[in-house]
């Protein structure tokens, strides 16, 4: 087919579809498991619903078109973003994606309704399947234009029925109103199974809140849907009984954004599933005008100036509506200057449009922009114009005719608008291909994955990258890169301000959750490595951006916290209010992540030793949500720092955890902060350094905690419901900390300095035996049978009894027990063999110069809490059992470790006593007690003399640098 005319200028939802869709990659793999997933016609099933959400001129109602299309001819295929994750066998160049076969030859025969066509009195939640079914076959058939479908659409179905062998006439059966419409239906599907359709997929189009229908350029005045129907739709997903009824039957519902509030698709939820329409990528944009050459009478028509596509795509915020409304004047206008023989640049194209299309006023706002900006010294106006109206970053410097000089970039750069700040922003340009880029996002401190069957994807437990499909959006805004300035083809340009860059990031590769990636690629693009010399870019600030572009501000106003937009502006007024200084705004953010990490929180406190810095302290059970990673004190304490200054935060945790016992310190940077600086800095503060859970804060997390400090007091939760979006928002950031606390606990377990009592209750155990056989069994790696005096062992029978229940009650806690497992100095599997918890080693460490056990006890974390097990009974037990195998020796209330210098002395002081002192007792016994005075003499004390010496020789061969060891879990069982 040979078109002249590339660019729809009322938008894509037109019908019949003059082009393919393009890019949305991720809607296509999702529909096509959901048709995977159609009804087999043996097992049980229900009717499917697949929900898709988007805002004006993504794509909902083209997408709605697309399946019409394929099934009945009309569209060939799906032009996919090939850098991106493709379902098979579709990835591959010789296999047109599409997901319905033409002629309806999967037997899978979709129709259109707009659900405004069926909102009435008979529209009932228990019937909603097939009469939403019965009256989209009924207004195909009749093909009436009142039914608000296009009258195209209703005859390429007809004729499709037709050529598969339907009799039309034969589905009078719909309009039977004496029947119920599940008689109707049944009777129907009775007609279509006979020509082999077996399935109806229902694409239900406008499912719209009434702010919703009011965006974008639409061709009538939608009707406006009553909230009574729109929640409808959720009830009848949720009950399985209504859509068992009907399996054959499938829904594609097209949804507004302000709809994902109402429309829940639950995991358990069976053959339901969901997607959100995200803005094309700038490489879609490429792909699409080479892909319409082939079908263009002049392919040279599509060739613009340099720049207007990727200009006129950031205008249109990656709205591909709004981007056809933009291209479609300029494709017109170009074509006008090339009659006349005039060369024009993109950015003149955009400024023509921007000053003669009367829809531009929907996009730019250069009529209170301009002004504002007025001029600037040594700067030409057509310059100024041209960053703006342009969209893209210019070089400074060079050769090139479209580069300015240092003086007018400095000019630029220094530039700002009252109460805006600056106009203008520096861009530096990267040299990085893809493999760098995953090795770099793969580094430990970075975090990202490599996602399993997607060889280019990486992901964190918030967001995922694809390495190739970012790099191609970022390279494709850079079409004014000079190449010629140290760098070479697939440089790229990125602002040098991080904030800027979060902006920049959002906007040419707009993923869920990529704002959590912003920081972490700014730090591996800047990177000396990458970064190229002496090539240095000027654009557009963002803040002038949003100010120019209307659509970036009404994408941004279109994601509220709340599902009420009531409630925003009194919210508005607290953030604002709280963000009067640095010190007050960071204090906030704490009090909104102690809110986070506990939903029941009833009050924080603050310190005197802290009050120079950010804070809040809490205690919390930790229950909702779940965070058993912070379950590590005896009164289930946590203190929330925002770090604004490195040496001063540092200087006050230092005094503040000398004082106090220790506990989870939660330590958030901005965005911009040196976190590895900062545990530098931790180095020679190990009691410090384990305290500290350290996190680095996104611009978008941390105006979430800067909203949700107000909860409870700005707003009641139970009143003003937070959005899908926020409510997201939340679950994923207590997904994170509840990953982060859990991971620092482990360590915590395995340097030995979380502590768990032995047995579960302070009394009612004999230690003494227990010790007595399990310091045999760490002496000769044997079991606990093998402690008795009948193996060989130390053990008599009554101590081995002792030592046998001692060693149940360690292995098997009561069931009242609540607290997880006791300290494991037992195998579990049945063995019972010893085994030597990390907390001995770190114990003895810290006893190297003696301790009382309160005072031991401050430098410990505790699994169980006070209310159920006193820390300091629970830190004596394990003392106790630690001298019953003779490691620590208590003295008064003092305890501690038996190292090399205890040991010497003691035997220095028996073999002083031996020679000098026990010779002359002896011989005062002589006397009284001859005979025993003789055979102490003669036979006891040179058998004392031997085993002197055999102790000495013992002491020599004890390894005793487990005691100053930095890496505890390092040392093996045997070691101790």
């Known amino acids: 087919m040979t078109i002249s005319k590339p660019w729809a200028a009322k938008g894509v939802a037109l019908y019949p579809p003059s082009f393919c869709m393009v890019g949305q990659n991720q809607v296509f793999n999702a529909l096509h498991q959901f048709r995977r997933s159609f009804w087999d016609g043996d097992s049980r099933d229900i009717a499917g619903f697949f929900v898709a959400f988007g805002d004006w001129g993504l ?32 990835h591959r160049a010789d296999t047109k994606a599409r997901v319905l076969e033409p002629a309806l030859k999967d037997g899978i025969l979709p129709l259109y309704v707009r659900y405004s066509s069926v909102c009435d009195d008979e529209l009932d939640a228990a019937t909603w399947v097939p009469r939403l079914a019965v009256e989209a076959l009924k207004q195909t058939i009749e093909a009436d234009p009142t039914a608000g479908g296009p009258s195209d659409l209703y005859e390429d179905l007809r004729s499709a029925l037709h050529a598969k062998g339907v009799k039309l006439d034969h589905l009078d059966c719909v309009r039977d109103s004496t029947s119920n419409f599940d008689d109707r239906l ?31 350029l639409r061709e009538d005045t939608p009707t406006k849907v009553d909230d009574e129907y729109l929640l409808m739709v959720s009830e009848v997903i949720k009950n399985e009984n209504w859509r068992g009824c009907h399996p054959y039957v499938n829904f594609l519902l097209l949804c507004s954004l302000g709809m994902r509030d109402q429309i829940h698709i639950g995991p358990n939820l069976r053959r339901a599933s969901s997607v959100t329409l995200e803005p094309n990528q700038v490489t879609d944009v490429g792909n699409f005008v080479e892909h319409i050459k082939k079908s263009l009478a002049d392919p040279e028509a599509v060739n613009y100036p340099a720049g207007t596509l990727e200009g006129a795509f950031l205008a249109a915020n990656r709205n591909f509506g709004w981007l056809n409304v933009l291209m479609a004047s300029i494709h017109e206008t170009l074509a006008r200057h090339r009659d006349r023989g005039e060369t024009v640049e993109a950015w003149e194209l955009l400024r023509d449009f921007a000053r003669t299309d009367a829809r531009a006023n929907h996009i730019f706002n250069d009529s209170a922009v301009l002004p504002l900006i007025g001029s600037v010294a040594g700067v030409p106006k057509k310059e100024i114009e041209r960053l703006i109206y342009g969209q893209l970053p210019v070089a400074v410097g060079g050769p090139s005719s479209g580069s300015i000089t240092a003086t007018m970039a400095e000019a630029l750069l220094q530039h700002e608008i009252a109460g805006r700040g600056k106009a203008f922003a520096e861009l530096a340009q990267i040299h990085i291909d893809e493999r760098g880029l995953a090795d770099e996002l793969t580094r430990p401190e970075i975090g990202f994955k490599a996602k399993e069957g997607k060889t280019d994807i990486y992901y964190t437990p918030t967001c995922e990258i694809s390495v190739v499909g970012l790099l191609e959006a970022l390279r494709a805004f850079s079409v004014t890169v000079d190449k010629a300035k140290g760098g070479t083809a697939g440089d790229f340009v990125i602002y040098t301000d991080l904030e800027q860059w979060g902006e920049q990031l959002a906007a040419l590769y707009p993923r869920e959750g990529i704002d959590f990636a912003a920081e972490a690629l700014h730090r591996i693009f800047l990177k000396p490595e990458y970064r190229v010399d002496g090539a240095r870019f000027v654009g557009m600030s963002f803040r002038l951006w949003r100010e120019f572009n209307k659509l970036l501000v009404s994408s941004a106003e279109s994601v509220r916290f709340f599902k009420d937009g009531q409630h925003e502006a009194s919210l508005e007024r607290y953030v604002q209010k709280n963000s009067d200084t640095k010190h007050r705004r960071a204090s906030a953010v704490c009090l909104g992540l102690a809110k986070l990490i506990d939903e029941r929180l009833d009050s924080t406190r603050q310190a005197s030793g802290l009050k120079d810095i950010p804070h809040q302290i ?15 004190t005896p009164d289930g304490r946590v203190t929330i720092v925002y770090c604004l200054d490195e040496e001063q935060t540092i200087d006050r945790l230092k005094s503040y955890v000398g004082l106090e016992r220790v ?44 909203k949700y400090s107000g909860r409870d007091t700005a707003f009641d939760p139970h009143v003003a419901r937070l959005s899908e979006v926020a409510n997201g928002l939340l679950k994923s950031y207590q997904d994170d900390w509840q990953a982060k606390t859990r991971e620092w606990a482990n360590t915590l377990r395995k340097t030995g300095y979380l ?17 007595k056989g399990y310091r045999h069994m760490l002496a000769t790696n044997c079991s606990l049978d093998a402690t008795h005096e009948d193996h060989g062992g130390p053990l008599n029978t009554v101590e081995f009894e002792n030592c046998r229940q001692a060693a149940k009650k360690n292995v098997e806690p009561p069931a009242a027990w609540k607290h997880g497992d006791l300290l494991g100095v037992l195998t579990t599997d049945g063995s019972n063999l010893p085994r030597v918890p990390r907390c001995f080693f770190a114990l003895l460490q810290e006893l190297k110069t003696q301790s009382s056990a309160s005072k031991l006890a401050n430098n410990f974390f505790f699994l169980v809490p006070e209310t159920a097990y006193k820390a300091v009974q629970q830190l004596e037990q394990i003392l106790e059992l630690l001298i019953g195998i003779g490691v620590v020796r208590k003295t008064g209330d003092l305890y501690r470790a038996a190292d090399q ?22 011989k005062e016994l002589e006397d009284l007690f001859p005979t025993q005075a003789g055979i102490l003499l003669n036979a006891a ?3 004392a003399g031997v085993k002197l010496k055999d102790a000495e020789s013992k002491i020599k061969t004890i390894d005793f640098s487990l005691l100053n060891t930095p890496d505890l879990s390092s040392l093996s069982d045997e070691s101790f």
């Not at 210098?901 to 002896?922: D, H, Y």
């Open 59 to 90: 794509g909902k109602t083209r997408l709605g078109y697309e399946l019409v299309g394929e099934a009945t001819g009309r569209i060939d295929q799906w032009l996919l973003n090939p850098n991106e994750h493709i379902i098979a066998p579709y």
């Open 186 to 216: 049944t009777a129907a599907m009775q007609v279509l199974k006979k020509a082999g359709i077996n399935h109806l997929w229902i694409i239900v189009d406008e499912v719209e809140t009434p702010g919703d229908l009011k965006k974008g």
């Open 618 to 632: 809490m205690t919390s059970q930790f229950v909702t949500p779940s965070m058993e990673g912070l379950r590590v």
């Open 663 to 706: 506990h989870p310190i939660l330590v958030l940077f901005p965005a911009t902060a040196d976190i590895p600086s900062f545990q530098k800095r931790l180095e020679g503060l190990p009691t410090l350094k384990r305290c500290i859970i350290p996190r680095r804060l996104v611009n978008q997390e941390e105006d979430f905690l800067l």
């Open 755 to 771: 502590l768990a009592p032995v047995w579960s209750r302070a009394r009612g155990v004999n230690v003494t035996d227990f010790a």
């Open 901 to 922: 210098n205890l040991l010497e002395a003691r035997r220095q002081s028996a073999s002083n006593w031996l020679k000098n002192e026990c010779k002359g007792q002896i």
């Open 941 to 943: 004390y040179p058998a």
